[in-house]
């Protein structure tokens, strides 16, 4: 049974931090791409930082130079550390799993940024 569980997530002032994680069970974790999307209601849910297989990363413009992506194949989890949180921030935020035609999701973290 696949499994991707986000932790994390949670109420932070505008500037603060918080790292997001993201814990896959029954995939092949070093062989998946995996990534960071958010949704807020009434909007479609936005990729925001992706991370390859091999390592390389992508990020969003809107959280270009703000967030890293990484990820540890020993612990099967990928993290997003998320940095000078803006208002606009706040979203559920979910992680995605890829390799091959199989794609999984976990069910989704909030993050809320106010003061």
């Known amino acids: 049974q696949v499994q991707l569980v986000e932790s994390g997530g949670g109420l932070v002032q505008p500037g603060g931090s918080l790292r997001l994680s993201c814990t896959a069970s029954?995939?092949?974790?070093?062989?998946?791409?995996m990534s960071w999307y958010r949704q807020v209601p009434g909007k479609q849910r936005e990729v925001v930082a992706f991370?390859?297989?091999?390592?390389?990363?992508t990020y969003a413009d809107s959280v270009k130079g703000r967030w890293t992506i990484s990820r540890d194949n020993a612990k099967n989890t990928v993290y997003l550390q998320m940095y000078s949180l803006k208002p606009e921030d706040t979203a559920v935020y979910y992680c995605?799993?890829?390799?091959?035609?199989?794609?999984?999701w976990g069910q989704g973290t909030q993050v809320t940024v106010s003061s």
């Open positions: 995605k799993s890829r390799s091959g035609l199989n794609t999984y």
């Open positions: 029954g995939i092949f974790f070093s062989a998946s791409h």
């Open positions: 991370i390859a297989s091999a390592g390389t990363t």
